[in-house]
């Protein structure tokens, strides 16, 4: 069983910045590329960025230069860091793997349970 945690959402202010993290935990051999998503009310779940095991990143284009991704395989973590923070940047944010080789089997396409960022104007 392999389970992803996410923290570090919250209020902030226009301008500010918030940093997620994201802990995959388990029994884990091998993780593919993780990544964080997002879902504003009423619209559908979208990429925010993506980092591969290799570390080929992939960001949308509404946060290139103001988010970065980054991972630290030996801690099967993911971070998000989010600064010059925006209005339209409100959303659930999901941390997302892939897919994940454990001792006994594969486990594709993995979702942590979301954490609020609420930007204030």
């Known amino acids: 069983q392999v389970q992803l945690v996410e923290s570090g959402g919250g209020l902030v202010q226009a301008g500010g910045s918030l940093r997620l993290s994201c802990a995959a935990s388990?029994?884990?051999?091998?993780?593919?590329?993780m990544g964080w998503y997002r879902q504003a009310p009423g619209n559908q779940r979208e990429l925010v960025a993506v980092i591969t095991n290799g570390g080929i990143i992939n960001y949308a284009d509404s946060v290139k230069g103001r988010f970065t991704i980054s991972r630290d395989n030996a801690k099967n973590m993911v971070y998000l860091q989010m600064n010059s923070l925006k209005p339209e940047d409100t959303a659930v944010y999901y941390c997302?793997?892939?897919?994940?080789?454990?001792?006994?089997?594969?486990?594709?396409?993995?979702w942590g349970q979301g954490t609020q960022v609420t930007v204030s104007s």
């Open positions: 388990g029994n884990i051999f091998r993780t593919n590329a």
């Open positions: 997302n793997l892939n897919g994940v080789r454990t001792s006994s089997n594969f486990i594709s396409n993995l």
